[in-house]
């Protein structure tokens, strides 16, 4: 026994290693993908008997209109929060000096992301509060009528995004302070003695060397976007009328509807947001092949 | 450095820099400095709608000793702290392993084996929703803390591999052959070589976890219900519904519940940001 671990242990070893982990990962996310896609073809309320509807689920979709809104919200989160991006370059150029306590005006600028998003929900559930909140004093400051953000369909979705990009923008940030960081100098100086400045030497000589940080960046914001399920919850719960649901929200209010738990068409849901995050996932993951080959 | 750097400029640029400095940070942190300033308002306060004006009065040590005294806030940070610390130390400590196997052997299916944890880190929460629910309803820990701890291990694995095989595929791989050389078993080059040089990543991810699993509400909310399991994002969400406009209150449970991952940042902050910004630099 101990002769064939000692012979065999190079062949041993990982497999030992690997194992808990392994296994856990295994039961508590991917079987579950799988049963997930499974259940998406069920009729269940969580308890009873699972009876099978083919496709019956995804037939119901195609007419829901709730199932667009989401959709269509999702589209809007997902275009809208790529601000983070641009934005958190700009506050990371801004923060890039060497003045007397800037690393604590980086860490300060860097604050909301470490917060929860119900918190940042709640902030600014109250920034947006018809009444009091700061957000209609400023109007009222530029004479416009006050807003309720929250209670308005055509405005709510928005509303929720910005405080969405709050934590993120401070994500991106941190990113490209990290990445500009590692800027090559003597590139910029031999630039600068070209007379290249400002937006030209940012374009053509920073941000090409900032392309692992954009791309984390991307990476991230794409997640965050179509995980986009806290700050709905906690800011309007979907409303008002189903206006701000997003696929997430709208998956996990139809699994455990106050009507009665519909498992299988919120399976149905989460499939289709799965399809989608597949497409970014298997392209992050295309990179990554290359990386590993490039070595 | 980029853009140039500031001490160059000119000295009114260098004025108007140092102003722009606070200016945008109180604008950047005004809806948190509102919600700060309001913890200590008073009831009248709040009735009277002096929202944005001075305090009449604070009331610090009344606002937050009500919410400990009338509401559970403090079983749910309680709960908070038993999902999140055991999930730091399962999930460190599992990634240290299939890290380490990732990194350092060659056999087959290795990449594909990484490439599934990385992917599973990746996709949307609600895909895992029912049947999560469901396997820790049969376990019979549907609405304990450990049900919820353990997912969150198992979930967070997949970043901390992600994490852990690329810090030791960085290492010097010569160690571990002039450890074999020697003689030493494979168990013991973990233990002895590769572990102790990982303590950078392992303090990176511990702070990292900490907050991201600390901040978790959607989890929270699937699997656990009541004051006596729920942490404190998703108990802070039923206390909103209980204290419909006593905005001081809210606000000063919102501080509350912020502190702990903002304790950490703020003592850990180098690896916290060194375990973030992990491929931002190449």
Known sequence: MRDYWRANQQRLAPVLFLLPGLLMFLVYVVVPIFQSVSISFYAWDGLGEKEYVGIANYVELMDDEAFYTSLKNNVIWLVLYMLAIPAGLFVALFLNQNVRGIRIYKSLFFFPFVISQVVVGLVFSWFYDPSYGLFNKILEFFGADPIAILADEDWVTYGIIIAGLWPQTAYCMILYLTGLNAVDSEQIEAARLDNAKGLKLLWYIILPQLRPATFIAMVVTIIGALRSFDLVSIMTNGGPWGSSRVLAFYMYEQAFSEYGFRMGYGAAIAVVLFAIMMIYIASFLYKMYRDERGH | ?282
Request: net charge positive.
């Open chain 2, 1 to 282: 450095m980029f853009p140039r750097p500031i001490e160059k400029a000119s000295p009114p640029a260098k004025a108007l820099y140092k102003i722009a400095l606070p200016v945008a940070l109180i604008i950047w942190l005004l809806p948190l400095l509102a919600v700060a300033l309001t913890s200590l308002r008073s009831q009248a306060d709040i009735l009277t709608g002096n929202y944005w004006g001075w305090p009449t009065s604070f009331n610090m040590l009344e606002n937050y000793t009500a919410i400990f005294e009338n509401t559970p806030i403090g079983q749910y940070i309680l709960n908070s702290f038993r999902v999140t610390i055991p999930t730091v130390i399962g999930a460190v400590g599992l990634s240290c392993m299939t890290g380490f196997a990732l990194a350092v052997y060659k056999f087959k299916g290795n990449l594909i084996l990484f490439f599934l944890f990385v992917a599973g880190n990746f996709v949307p929460f609600q895909i895992l929703m029912v049947p999560v629910r469901d396997f820790t309803v049969s376990l019979g820990i549907y609405n304990t803390i450990s049900g919820l701890a353990l997912f969150h291990i198992a979930f967070q694995t997949g970043f901390c591999t992600l994490f852990m095989r690329n810090f030791i595929k960085a290492l010097p791989f010569e160690l571990v052959e002039a450890a074999r050389v020697e003689g030493v078993s494979e168990i013991r080059i973990f233990w002895y070589v590769v572990l102790p040089l990982m303590k950078p990543a392992i303090a990176a991810l511990s702070v990292l976890i900490f907050t991201f699993i600390w901040n978790d509400y959607f989890w929270a909310m699937v699997l656990t219900q009541g004051a006596d399991t729920q942490p404190i994002t998703a108990g802070l969400n039923s206390l909103n519904g209980q204290w419909v406009s006593s905005w001081h209150l809210v606000s000063a449970g919102s501080i509350v519940a912020a502190m702990p991952p903002v304790i950490m940042f703020f003592l850990m902050q180098r690896h916290f940001i060194a375990g973030l910004t992990l491929g931002a630099v190449k």
